[in-house]
């Protein structure tokens, strides 16, 4: 069952278009309709449930923000963000496969792609008929990319890729891969792989207590020919993935909302049910500590990721900004999926109650897409103009 109400303490809604609200209310109902009932167990049983990629196209959440005429939905920043938090109320891994289709994989392609390559790939990857995987990661080399030793050689035709990426969402049923290599000058740049090519494979990644919904593996290039036409000639250089980087933190800023909000929900719903000591737990002092916690941090995050989806509608949010709301957002879920699932007591350690499962996800979500740390460096960097990456 699933009776969930959305906090909006700060009549948030207020400043939403009614266009931003249907948005929400769809991918809300369908949340509820597709993937609030099958998630747990696809959870427990480690298995990204494929019956969910035709509703995720149904309600625009591949390439939101994708223009119209390639496939996507066309919408505002703001839509964008609210679709991801709605989706990952129902589960981060849900979202995850989201945002790495539109953010990772459909947004480089969009916008360093040809018109070739955008004519064959984005209709496809915006009805869900082709999946899409992102490798920047390697086994050696997760905070800092750009010392990735994915290589790719130039033979005349074709390009001869070899390497492995590590930690790949998606990777295990990906149709197409957007992965980051270096060429002979050591300058990085972002290849289109397509299964079936010689050479490419994709093992999964298993025995995970996090992100169990999502399928995440390897992508191993053992001399793969890549055709010419697959490069993404518009940019290279780390600031190419890192741009795409930015568009899915933003999404992931949003996102942490929606399990925040459920955590926040249910342990409220429960607390007013549950009677100890003669009286509903929700009457002790200390329950309400966290509750009255939650709602104010939960506010806060919204304000926060609002604002900034104002600023990328105006094409003015930085990546320090961007980097800021990854971290407060996602720190401030996993901080009340922890508190809520105290306050359902043993029940919260079930999976009855999508606690336990929000608070594993959240594992995975603060340290992809650059960890906690790395977020709290970057804006060390900005404030200071001193980096101390190094
Ligand atoms: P640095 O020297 O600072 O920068 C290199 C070039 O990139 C530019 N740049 C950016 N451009 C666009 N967006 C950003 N956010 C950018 N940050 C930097 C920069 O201006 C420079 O350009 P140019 O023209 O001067 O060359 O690079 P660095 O090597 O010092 O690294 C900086 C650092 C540590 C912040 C960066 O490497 C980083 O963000 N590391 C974290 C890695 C990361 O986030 N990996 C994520 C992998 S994908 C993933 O996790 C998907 S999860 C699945 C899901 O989303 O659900
Ligand atoms: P490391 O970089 O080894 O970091 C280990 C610890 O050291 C962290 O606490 C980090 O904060 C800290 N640290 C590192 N450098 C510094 C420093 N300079 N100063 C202080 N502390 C530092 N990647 C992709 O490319 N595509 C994907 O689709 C993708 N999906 C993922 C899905 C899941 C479920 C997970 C868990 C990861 C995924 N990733 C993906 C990889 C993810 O982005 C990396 O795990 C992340 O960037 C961190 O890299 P790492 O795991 O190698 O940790």
Redesign the pocket.
């Known amino acids: 069952q699933d009776t969930f109400q959305a906090p909006d303490y700060y009549n948030i809604d207020d400043l939403l278009t009614e266009e931003h609200q249907m948005i929400r209310q769809a991918a809300r109902d369908w949340v509820k309709r597709d993937v609030s009932p099958i998630i747990e167990e696809a959870a427990q049983k480690a298995e990204f449930p494929k019956s969910i990629i035709e509703g995720l196209a149904g309600v625009g959440a591949f390439g939101p923000y994708i223009p119209e005429e390639y496939g996507g939905a066309g919408l505002d920043q703001i839509s964008y963000g609210l679709i991801m938090q709605e989706i990952e109320r129902g589960d981060s891994g849900v979202r995850?496969t989201a945002s790495?289709q539109s953010s990772?994989v459909m947004f480089p392609i969009y916008a360093y792609g040809t018109e070739e390559q955008r004519k064959k790939f984005l209709p496809k990857l915006a009805t869900g008929e082709f999946m899409g995987?992102?490798?920047?990661?390697e086994p050696d080399?997760?905070?800092?990319?750009s010392s990735m030793t994915t290589h790719f050689e130039d033979k005349g035709d074709h390009y001869l890729l070899n390497g492995a990426?590590?930690?790949?969402?998606?990777?295990p049923f990906c149709d197409v891969a957007v992965v980051w290599a270096k060429n002979e000058e050591g300058r990085i740049h972002g290849l289109i792989v397509e299964r079936g090519m010689e050479g490419f494979s994709t093992p999964e990644t298993h025995n995970?207590w996090?992100?169990r919904a999502?399928a995440?593996g390897e992508l191993i290039f053992q001399d793969v020919k890549v055709p010419k036409e697959n490069l993404l000639t518009g940019k290279s250089g780390l600031g190419a993935p890192l741009s795409c980087l930015d568009s899915a933190r933003y999404g992931i800023a949003w996102g942490a909302i929606g399990a925040a909000m459920d955590c926040y929900d249910t342990a409220l719903r429960y607390a007013k049910e549950r009677i100890q000591f003669g009286k509903p737990i929700a009457g002790f002092q200390l329950q309400q500590k966290k509750l009255a916690e939650m709602i104010t941090e939960i506010t806060k995050a919204q304000l926060l990721a609002l604002r900034l989806g104002q600023l990328k509608n105006e094409d003015k949010a930085t990546s320090a900004q961007i980097s800021m709301a990854k971290r407060n957002n996602v720190e401030m879920a996993i901080n009340i999926a922890r508190e809520a699932r105290q306050i359902l007591g043993g029940m919260g350690i079930t999976g009855e109650y999508s606690i336990m499962r929000h608070m594993m996800n959240l594992e995975?979500v603060i340290?992809?897409?650059?960890?906690?740390?790395?977020h709290l460096?970057i804006t060390g960097l900005d404030i200071t103009g001193i980096s101390?990456?190094?």
């Open positions: 995850s790495v990772l995987s992102f490798g920047l990661t080399h997760g905070s800092n990319p990426k590590m930690w790949i969402s998606n990777s995970k996090s992100l999502s995440t995975s340290t992809y897409e650059g960890t906690h740390d790395i460096l101390a990456f190094k």
